[in-house]
């Protein structure tokens, strides 16, 4: 068990609609990180939020958000969704800063869109 | 170009032997962080090993060890004694400085099948 918890493991929905995607770090991680595993375009990088406040982007579409709330857990949130969002979306989380530090991801949430 | 290069796509290894999994890296900053994380058919992502850029020696985790050659930008896993539950894909990735954001970069994996 990493320590990262992700709600839903699975999800169904149907194109066009939106869905939440909920991550709580490891207790005294401050950066929540998140991640999409397609199977064409592999482990591909969202977005990053420190303490609250966005640190980095990645190719994170338009149509995705997220954010990082006072309690430290972060929501993804995907709408208008399109077939080719179904995806395994990780989060990860670690302590800030570099020196030693390493990344838990947590057990994934399974997107399907239908 | 590729930051993380992983050359093979997948690769049998029988019970019990020693695997290496190769691993090439690209990056300008002098300070850097090397990952291995397995990833089994149930999807979890799970964290094997770390490897700073300033760390003189090779970083190892019970069977799990890298090779890190600096020069040559390369961190290979090695597994030793292999067993069947070491049936997965294995991922390198690289997390850069405060400048990438400290996000992590991966290669493209992987497939390890061990045979009994």
């Known amino acids: 068990d990493s320590g990262v918890t992700q709600t839903p493991k699975h999800l169904i929905t149907a194109t066009g609609q939106r869905v939440t995607l909920r991550c709580s770090p490891r207790?005294?991680?401050?950066?929540v990180y998140w991640y999409q595993q397609s199977l064409d375009q592999g482990l591909q990088f969202l977005i990053q939020?420190?303490?609250?406040?966005?640190?980095a982007k990645g190719n994170i579409l338009e149509r995705f958000s997220a954010q990082q709330f006072p309690d430290l857990h972060s929501e993804l949130n995907l709408s208008s969704l399109e077939l080719g969002d179904s995806a395994l979306y990780f989060c990860?989380?670690?302590?800030?800063?570099?020196?030693?530090?390493?990344?838990?991801f947590g057990e994934g949430s399974w997107l399907t869109v239908v | 170009a590729q930051k993380i290069t992983q050359t093979q796509p997948g690769m049998f290894v029988q019970e019990k032997e020693a695997v290496t999994l190769d691993c090439t890296y690209d990056?300008?900053?002098?300070?850097?962080?090397l990952f291995w994380y397995k990833q089994p058919s149930s999807g979890e992502m799970i964290f094997l090993i770390y490897?700073?850029?300033?760390?003189?020696q090779n970083a190892t985790e019970g069977r799990y060890s890298l090779n890190f050659q600096k020069a040559r930008k390369s961190a290979n896993l090695v597994i030793s004694a292999s067993q069947l539950g070491d049936s997965a894909m294995y991922f390198c990735?690289?997390?850069?400085?405060?400048?990438?954001?400290?996000?992590?970069?991966f290669g493209g994996g992987t497939r390890v099948l061990v045979k009994p």
């Open positions: 990860a989380s670690s302590v800030a800063g570099i020196s030693g530090n390493t990344i838990y």
């Open positions: 207790s005294g991680d401050l950066s």
């Open positions: 939020y420190y303490n609250g406040e966005e640190r």
């Open positions: 990056t300008s900053d002098q300070s850097y962080g």
């Open positions: 490897q700073g850029s300033y760390d003189e």
């Open positions: 990735a690289m997390r850069e400085g405060q400048a990438a954001g400290n996000k992590l970069t």
